[in-house]
């Protein structure tokens, strides 16, 4: 009786992404979209609005507070 072995060049589901994969901002203005996607959130209107009050009061520094 044979055992099957997991394939080796798949990564495993739980896996986390990589440090060379994660990009705080790049000097280009932050979106709306951008500070929604960062704090884990789906873009709905709801979203996309407290994402634009976030950044006019913080301005850029408000993406900044969400990443590592």
Do not use: C, F, I
Not at 5 to 26: F, K, N, Y
């Amino acid at each position: 009786m044979s055992t099957s072995q997991p394939d080796a060049s798949r990564q495993p589901e739980d896996s986390t992404t990589p440090d060379s994969l994660l990009h705080a901002r790049t000097g280009t203005d932050v979106s709306p979209e951008d500070l929604v996607l960062a704090a884990g959130k789906d873009l709905t209107p709801h979203n996309l609005e407290w994402a634009r009050r976030k950044l006019d009061e913080e301005g850029p520094a408000a993406l900044d507070k969400m990443l590592p």
